[in-house]
């Protein structure tokens, strides 16, 4: 099993230029999630999807929008992006939302100039 | 806002040593985690308290839980080189989601 995989790993982007990130788990998980990090700080989370059909904003939605595709697979978008969301981006999976242990990606390091 | 706060934010030791990283909450919680995050890669789950235990252990791992006082402490004994890393607690209060603290940044000196 790959677990939880993201792709990019690595962009850099353009004040104003949009991407999307993806993120997909192989853990049948029903909860998947979006934070950043940076640096030298924990984590935050952007948005999270209970389960397939739903999404919710977390502490730091603004800027973002997210799809559960299905049941593996959660994205993230940035439509128009700002130097501020220069971070790194990490994508985490549950079983259970109730007990809530993560099971995360290797992150995508993202530079907007 | 971060519910979590731990402290100190970096502690270097030496192998062999005992490590203790103290995590601080400030709103009732269903559960508590702790997470380590080397260096450039993903956190990973360590270990996981509920609100009604007071002391867990896995291997060289011992998590306590204060409710009382909203306070819970890692300990990681006989450490190694390879422990050097990032260690964030994480607590959730209700419903879906986990919150993180700042992290505390431990070396360990071979």
């Known amino acids: 099993n790959a677990g939880v995989t993201q792709t990019p790993k690595f962009q850099v982007l353009k004040t104003g230029q949009s991407m999307t990130l993806q993120c997909a788990q192989d853990?049948?998980?029903?909860?998947m999630y979006w934070y950043r990090q940076d640096p030298g700080m924990g984590l935050r989370l952007i948005y999270y999807s209970a389960s397939e059909g739903t999404t919710d904003k977390g502490e730091v939605p603004n800027g973002y929008n997210v799809s559960r595709l299905n049941k593996r697979e959660f994205s993230l978008r940035l439509e128009s992006a700002a130097p501020s969301q220069t971070s790194v981006y990490f994508c985490?999976?549950?079983?259970?939302?109730?007990?809530?242990?993560?099971?995360f990606g290797p992150g995508t390091r993202l530079l907007v100039l | 806002s971060q519910q979590g706060e731990e402290d100190p934010q970096a502690l270097s030791i030496q192998e062999g040593e005992n490590a203790t990283m103290n995590c601080s909450y400030k709103t009732s919680i269903n559960n508590l985690q702790w997470y380590r995050q080397n260096s450039g890669r993903g956190l990973v789950h360590l270990i996981l308290?509920?609100?009604?235990?007071r002391e867990k252990h896995s291997g060289r791992l011992r998590v306590t839980l204060d409710t009382s006082k909203k306070s819970s402490s890692l300990l990681i004994t006989a450490s190694r080189a390879a422990d050097t890393a990032s260690y964030f607690c994480a607590t959730n209060n209700a419903g879906n989601m986990l919150t993180f603290g700042g992290g505390t940044r431990l070396m360990v000196k071979p």
């Open positions: 308290i509920r609100s009604n235990e």
């Open positions: 853990m049948n998980h029903n909860s």
């Open positions: 985490a999976s549950s079983d259970s939302a109730s007990v809530q242990t993560q099971y």
